[in-house]
């Protein structure tokens, strides 16, 4: 079964960093595009940043240069860096990728999500 794990989230004072991870597993032949994106609570989910299988990026306005979005094909892993965190940063992260599995089916999966608290 091929699943999305994210990891990394917590508690963090302003100011602050966190690193997030994504891995992919499960039988996959090839990664596309991948993407974090957040939640809070009565609001839509936005894009924080998105990659590329070739490693180009985008990022949502408010990120405003203090997140960075990477990936490491080999492992199967996108990572979100996280700097200068301000409390509405606070939300649920969550992983999203476009994968093809060995059978050529190509998904579109979320992972869990990890809550990211930025709170004095």
């Known amino acids: 079964q091929v699943q999305l794990v994210e990891s990394g989230g917590g508690l963090v004072q302003p100011g602050g960093s966190l690193r997030l991870s994504c891995a992919a597993s499960g039988n996959i032949v090839s990664i596309y595009a991948m993407a974090w994106y957040r939640q809070t609570p009565g609001n839509e989910r936005e894009l924080v940043a998105h990659?590329?299988?070739?490693?180009?990026?985008y990022y949502g306005e408010f990120v405003k240069g203090r997140f960075t979005i990477s990936r490491d094909n080999a492992k199967n892993t996108v990572f979100l860096q996280m700097n200068s965190l301000k409390p509405e940063d606070t939300a649920v992260y969550s992983c999203?990728?476009?994968?093809?599995?060995?059978?050529?089916?190509?998904?579109?999966?979320w992972g869990q999500g990890t809550q990211v608290t930025v709170s004095s």
């Open positions: 999203n990728g476009v994968l093809r599995e060995t059978n050529g089916i190509v998904l579109n999966l």
């Open positions: 990659i590329t299988s070739g490693g180009n990026t």
